[in-house]
């Protein structure tokens, strides 16, 4: 009876050290896209979607995905377009995905355009959603032109917390102004890109050629 | 001036100054001389003695290893020996019942057909009856003369006839006779046939027989030879046990690729089985290692299924095990193996659909048209990923094979490596320690060359108070003291 207990013992010994020793960082990637609907940038929005399929494509099982809009205020959950955190099975991370793709051409096929710009405010809410998801990668992608544009009421002038979150400007188009002059273009980045730094973001970079994707999720 | 260095007694000329400061200290350098040659000694005794010690110690183990390596190769090759030359008297014993069992058989039917063919051999022996005895009165009646007599021609002429007729009768069944003779010849020669294939058979045997023989000798003298402990037996050993070694490498290099193939065809699959998010390690999946653990636990199956089988001898406990225990173990490592098998092929096919559907979800997502697949031709790879996937934990399990050798062999190969590498430090180690001892002495005559003058000057010192002894001294060298 002994020795019988002893050799079911064994192999329940190993699953359970097996199990006990697993990696306790997280390895999973989480991503927020925040899609610029505002003014004249909504006819870039078409763009948004090829951002997805390609993320879609790139992001393993396991991994997060939000998408959310930028509007005048956008530090709302309502905002969130789309969110899913991949299914560990490869089979049903696909599925998933299938779905994620259907709701973003849904949402870019009836895209309005808002009158401001809240970039700050879709920030603070890609960080909580990204810091809820304890992934070990956080990226936050902005698909927008950069050009911030708040009502009298909206209140963002303070710091912001973007620690260990990768923040990547895609696809920042340069306005009219910033054809006349285009220190305003490189000034906008310039003092975005101070701002994620100073919120202790882990990296800023800016991606205007659309062919070349892979770089978004590498740091 | 100002800008000179202390030491230059000399401004401006550093030559002269070092010649000055060499002649100053050139009478306190040789009145340091004994202290500084022990010193020089010392040093050279501190580090070439070590080196000597540790030199001749790894020789020793370098010997003692050698020996010890000796004695496993050749306990290793008796016991080779021994299992060979039993294994031959297996196959004699074989032969011997599979082939002499019937040899009585074989003689009875060898005597039968001897008995026949001689039976056949007397009937032909069998004459015609002789002449009846009227032939001699034919004969006294062909005596008498023809007188003219027509009786007695008439007589002549009948018996004429009479014996015409009957001589030709006689031919005729002369003939007959003949005839019979000839038919039983002709049924000879199945009876031939038969029996020179039977004596072809005995003899193939036979030859089988003594073939083993030579081979049972040839081990004999080989197990003579290492029961001798000749260096002959030795080195005929390590080179084998070196053979083994490379080729077990060899194969072992082609099953880990083998199993390589197999960890990918199974590694995707697997993450739909335990998720493909959990990291053991930083950079490794527990899909992964679930996945290598599928193929150790098959290499581990197809261990015992070969050592249940008698075929490795890995682990003396599995050839103690009572006859029916062994069999039991036999069939539950094939039933064991068979069907982690069914599983690997399982798993290839769900590998097959996952890569298909994330093609599709690919192509959907770059909004291509997906292509129109012909149905069969995608059907190949498909059948080739299932098929492989259950042949090759099976051929993964013939891996205990060259395991084995490897194991025996490396233990011969790497004694003989560390010998080797015991006698190469041995051998630098003491080349050092001479190399300390030479280099004491060379710097004594070195310092002895830089004071020569002082010792010029004690050696007419002393030549000059013992002149008697002047010329008995004159190869004394500069330096030494007499």
Redesign the interface.
């Known amino acids: 009876m002994r020795r019988r207990t002893f050799l079911l013992s064994v192999p329940l010994l190993g699953l359970a050290q097996?199990l006990g020793?697993?990696?306790p960082?997280s390895?999973?990637h989480a991503v927020y896209l925040l899609v610029d609907t505002s003014g004249t940038y909504a006819q870039e929005v078409d763009k948004a979607q090829v951002i997805v399929?390609?993320l879609?494509?790139s992001l393993?099982?396991?991994?997060s995905l939000a998408v959310a809009r930028v509007r005048s205020r956008s530090f709302s959950e309502k905002d969130i377009i789309a969110k899913a955190t991949f299914d560990?099975?490869?089979?049903q991370?696909?599925a998933q995905?299938?779905l994620f793709?259907d709701q973003i051409a849904a949402f870019t096929a009836n895209a309005r355009g808002s009158v401001n710009t809240d970039i700050t405010g879709g920030l603070i809410q890609g960080a909580l959603f990204l810091n809820e998801t304890g992934a070990g990668k956080k990226t936050i992608l902005i698909f927008s032109d950069m050009q911030e544009e708040l009502d009298r009421s909206t209140v963002r002038s303070f710091p912001i917390d973007l620690k260990d979150i990768r923040v990547v400007a895609v696809n920042v188009v340069k306005l009219r102004t910033d054809n006349i002059d285009p220190r305003r273009y490189l000034g906008r980045l310039e003092d975005w890109q101070k701002r994620v730094e100073a919120a202790g973001a882990r990296e800023w970079r800016v991606i205007n050629d659309l062919e070349h994707l892979d770089a978004l999720l590498k740091s | 001036m100002a800008d000179s260095p202390l030491w230059m007694i000399w401004p401006g000329n550093a030559a002269l100054s070092a010649l000055i400061w060499f002649v100053i200290a050139m009478p306190f350098l040789y009145a340091a001389r004994t202290p500084v040659h022990g010193l020089l000694r010392s040093l050279g005794a501190l580090a070439g003695g070590p080196l000597r010690l540790a030199a001749r110690s790894l020789l020793a183990t370098a010997r003692d290893l050698r020996e010890r390596n000796r004695a496993v190769l050749l306990a290793q090759g008796r016991e080779e020996s021994e299992e060979r030359i039993a294994r031959e008297f297996e196959r004699v014993a074989a032969l011997v019942k599979r082939d002499l069992e019937g040899y009585p058989a074989l003689q009875r039917r060898l005597l039968d057909e001897i008995t026949r063919v001689e039976e056949d051999y007397r009937k032909c022996g069998e004459v015609p009856p002789p002449p009846p005895e009227w032939v001699e009165a034919v004969a006294a009646v062909a005596k008498i003369k023809p007188n003219g007599n027509e009786l007695v021609q008439h007589l002549l002429e009948e018996i004429n006839i009479s014996i015409k007729a009957i001589h030709d009768k006689a031919l005729a069944e002369y003939r007959r006779s003949y005839q019979a003779r000839h038919k039983i010849l002709d049924g000879f020669m199945p009876f031939w046939r038969s029996l020179d294939k039977t004596l072809a058979q005995a003899d193939r045997k036979m030859t089988n027989l003594a073939d083993r023989a030579a081979a049972i000798d040839a081990q004999m003298e080989r197990y003579e030879a290492v029961v001798k402990k000749t260096d002959k037996a030795e080195h005929a050993l390590t080179v084998s046990a070196l053979t083994q070694f490379f080729i077990a490498s060899l194969v072992l290099a082609i099953a880990a690729g083998g199993a390589l193939i197999n960890f990918k065809l199974i590694a995707l699959p697997m993450s739909e089985m335990v998720g493909a998010g959990d990291y053991l390690t930083a950079s490794l999946r527990t899909s992964e290692v679930a996945a290598l653990v599928i193929i150790f636990v098959e290499a581990t199956m197809g261990l015992f299924l070969m050592e249940t089988l008698r075929i490795t001898h890995l682990f003396p406990r599995i050839h103690s095990l009572p006859e029916n225990m062994r069999k039991r173990m036999l069939w539950a490592s094939f039933v064991l193996l068979l069907i982690l098998a069914g599983i690997e092929a399982a798993l290839a096919l769900m590998r097959d659909m996952l890569i298909a559907d994330k093609q599709a979800l690919l192509q959907s997502l770059a909004a291509t048209q997906a292509q129109a697949a012909d149905g069969w031709l995608t059907g190949i790879p498909t059948a080739g990923q299932m098929l492989l996937g259950f042949i090759l934990p099976f051929a993964l399990a013939f891996v205990a094979i060259p395991l084995e050798s490897f194991i025996n062999s490396a233990r011969t190969v790497g004694g003989a490596a560390l010998v080797v590498l015991a006698r190469a430090a041995g051998v630098m180690l003491r080349v050092a320690g001479n190399f300390f001892r030479q280099l004491s002495k060379v710097l004594i005559t070195l310092y002895d060359i830089v004071i020569v003058l002082p010792l010029l000057v004690e050696r007419l010192a002393k030549s000059a108070r013992t002149p008697a002894v002047r010329g008995g001294r004159a190869d004394l060298k500069v330096g030494e003291r007499p």
Not at chain 1, 60 to 63: E, R, S, T, V, Y
Not at chain 1, 88 to 91: A, K, L, N, Y
């Open positions: 097996a020793c697993t990696d960082r390895h999973s399929n390609y879609l494509g393993q099982p396991g991994d560990q099975r490869p089979s991370a696909n995905k299938r793709k």
